[in-house]
């Protein structure tokens, strides 16, 4: 029997509503370990620092306060640059979803398909 490498997740987002879904989700996606779940990118970033061990993935929301998921992606992948990071917004805009692929998204997901952004990210659901 093979096992599965466990994913081990970051999460920033402003809305209470997609911390409690994605909170809800979670149990299903036996694979993934949340490590962390912040508000907006700086208290994100402020959390790795003070780890050891890094995630596999991180998911960022384009729009936050204090630091918005642009600015969050770049840190990241200057810091960090073995973290996959992935998008996470409501936005339809092309051209902030093009900023935020040429800040180092890996992909970019919708608000209602965190389902699939979880399943990708552990293909073994």
């Known amino acids: 029997m093979k096992l599965q490498k466990r994913v081990r997740v970051v999460f920033a987002d402003d809305s ?21 779940a912040a508000k907006n990118g700086q208290e994100l970033l402020t959390f790795l620092e003070d780890q050891e061990g890094r995630p ?48 180092g998204i890996y992909k970019i997901y919708a608000k209602n398909e965190l389902k699939q952004l979880l399943t990708e990210i552990n293909p073994s659901f």
């Open 16 to 36: 209470d509503i997609h911390h409690f879904y994605l909170g809800s989700l979670l149990p299903a996606f036996h694979g993934i370990d949340l490590l962390y």
């Open 56 to 103: 596999d993935v991180g998911i960022v929301d384009l729009h936050m306060p204090i630091l918005d998921g642009i600015m969050t992606a770049e840190k990241l992948m200057k810091r960090y640059p073995e973290i996959r990071i992935y998008g996470f917004t409501s936005s339809s805009d092309s051209r902030e979803k093009a900023t935020m692929l040429a800040a």
